[in-house]
């Protein structure tokens, strides 16, 4: 069974320039999440979608972050636009909802460097 | 407010036994995750605990006390690859009749095992 898919693995970028960043969970999966994970930190929710719902979107930062999820599957993370503190590795996990638990299952990441 | 404290760094030998620990102060609680991080890799799901108790997974087991907000990860027979940041993650939210799952996470302890 193939894992969350991201891409790109790495992107550097100068700053005020956009940026996006592309997932596809697991098939099957219908909950997508967006996290960003600061070096020597643990990862920090940004959005959670059910489907194509966004149900948690408390701590994206609305002015610059933008995120969808056309039809349920795959999702983008946009950033227009970039900072410097943007820099950070940007994880997507997909969970299905079983049996009483949900564990997430993280893709590989994009590490985005802003200069 | 939400809180999650893990040692910052450990060292451990070869074929012996770590315990990490993991203590947690949240608004709610609902169910216990440890991931696994390889530099530059994605974190990958190790344990899950929602009773008090301990869960053993080969070398790997996990223990929680709901009433002391505590947890380990117990690595026995120590091998060079298990070099790597475990996450400690705390659920803190129950929708009855969905999906839960926001995760808060803890800063990571980096392991380094020694020959």
């Known amino acids: 069974e193939a894992g969350v898919v991201q891409s790109p693995r790495y992107k550097i970028i100068e700053k005020k320039q956009p940026v996006a960043f592309w997932c596809n969970p697991i098939?099957?999966?219908?909950?997508l999440y967006w996290y960003r994970q600061n070096l020597g930190q643990g990862p920090e929710l940004l959005i959670r979608?059910?489907?194509?719902?966004?149900?948690?979107d408390s701590q994206l930062p609305k002015d610059r972050f933008s995120a969808e999820r056309l039809k349920g599957v795959d999702s983008t993370l946009k950033i227009q636009p970039a900072e410097l503190g943007d820099s950070a590795v940007y994880l997507c996990?997909?969970?299905?909802?079983?049996?009483?638990?949900?564990?997430?299952?993280f893709g590989p990441g994009t590490r985005l460097t802003v200069l | 407010g939400q809180n999650i404290d893990q040692p910052t760094e450990m060292t451990a030998t070869e074929g012996a036994i770590v315990q990490i620990n993991c203590t947690y102060q949240?608004?709610?609680?609902?169910?216990l995750f440890w991931y696994q991080q390889h530099a530059g890799e994605a974190p990958t799901f190790l344990s899950y605990?929602?009773?008090?108790g301990l869960e053993e997974k080969g070398r790997f087991s996990s223990f929680l006390s709901r009433s002391k907000g505590y947890s380990y990860l117990l690595l026995k027979e120590l091998q060079m690859k298990d070099s790597a940041s475990y996450l400690c993650?705390?659920?803190?939210?129950?929708?009855?009749?969905?999906?839960?799952?926001?995760?808060?996470f803890g800063t990571g302890t980096l392991l380094a095992v020694q020959p």
């Open positions: 996990a997909s969970s299905l909802y079983l049996a009483g638990t949900d564990t997430q299952y």
């Open positions: 098939s099957g999966h219908n909950t």
């Open positions: 979608y059910e489907n194509e719902e966004a149900v948690d």
């Open positions: 949240t608004s709610g609680f609902n169910g």
């Open positions: 605990n929602v009773l008090d």
């Open positions: 993650a705390v659920r803190d939210e129950m929708n009855y009749g969905g999906a839960t799952n926001k995760l808060i």
